[in-house]
């Protein structure tokens, strides 16, 4: 089972950014897909970024250019670079885990807030 621990949350000014964390209880090089979502009030939750573990990396189109994911393998660690945000970014983030495609269980962080003020 993989735990996994989001940080760096907070409130932020439109056009700031932000750098999550999300810290694994495993070596992520051990899992295939690792993931941040997001879900604001009253919408669905809904996939921002990916990296497999062959580093593959895959963004939710409309945040292309603005977020970037990145890892440090050595401290199971995966990072959500969050630039120039806006209002509509506020949400909780969640990390995400996949050990394997091959299976649909998926592991989940308890989730970090994060605040845009305009």
């Known amino acids: 089972q993989v735990q996994l621990v989001e940080s760096g949350g907070g409130l932020v000014q439109s056009g700031g950014s932000l750098r999550l964390s999300c810290a694994a209880s495993?070596?992520?090089?051990?899992?295939?897909?690792m993931a941040w979502y997001r879900q604001a009030p009253g919408k669905q939750r809904e996939l921002v970024a990916s990296?497999?573990?062959?580093?593959?990396?895959n963004y939710r189109d409309s945040l292309k250019g603005r977020f970037t994911i990145s890892r440090d393998s050595a401290k199971n660690t995966v990072f959500l670079q969050m630039d120039s945000l806006k209002p509509e970014d506020t949400a909780v983030y969640f990390c995400?885990?996949?050990?394997?495609?091959?299976?649909?269980?998926?592991?989940w962080g308890q989730g970090t807030q994060v605040t845009v003020s305009s």
């Open positions: 995400n885990a996949q050990p394997t495609i091959l299976s649909s269980t998926v592991f």
């Open positions: 495993t070596s992520i090089l051990s899992v295939d897909k």
């Open positions: 990296i497999t573990r062959g580093g593959t990396r």
